[in-house]
């Protein structure tokens, strides 16, 4: 079974960046996919983030122009750098992977996010 630790969340202030990070326990360079989502609370998780085995990229659109996803495949990490925070952008961050068609439905313990005004 594949494992993902998601690390880097914090508390900082509007305008503030930070950068997230994920570890796969497996090359991620075997899954069509990988992700970011986030739940704010009281919401249902939403994708943020995507990039594909083929390096293309896609965002949500609240986030695009502020946060970028990368990746490391000799590391098996995807990173989430994330400028400009707004409250908005308060919530739990995961990653995820797709193998194929579908995102998994394992999920990791999430990093935590905080954006005060």
């Known amino acids: 079974q594949v494992r993902l630790m998601e690390s880097g969340g914090g508390l900082v202030q509007t305008g503030e960046s930070l950068r997230l990070s994920c570890t796969a326990s497996t090359p991620i360079d075997t899954f069509a996919a990988m992700g970011w989502f986030r739940q704010a609370p009281g919401k249902q998780r939403e994708i943020v983030a995507v990039?594909?085995?083929?390096?293309?990229?896609s965002y949500v659109d609240v986030v695009k122009g502020r946060f970028t996803i990368s990746r490391d495949t000799a590391k098996n990490t995807v990173d989430l750098q994330m400028d400009n925070l707004a409250p908005g952008d308060t919530a739990i961050y995961y990653c995820n992977y797709r193998p194929v068609a579908d995102w998994s439905d394992s999920w990791g313990q999430g990093t935590r996010v905080t954006v005060s005004t």
């Open positions: 990039i594909t085995r083929g390096g293309f990229t």
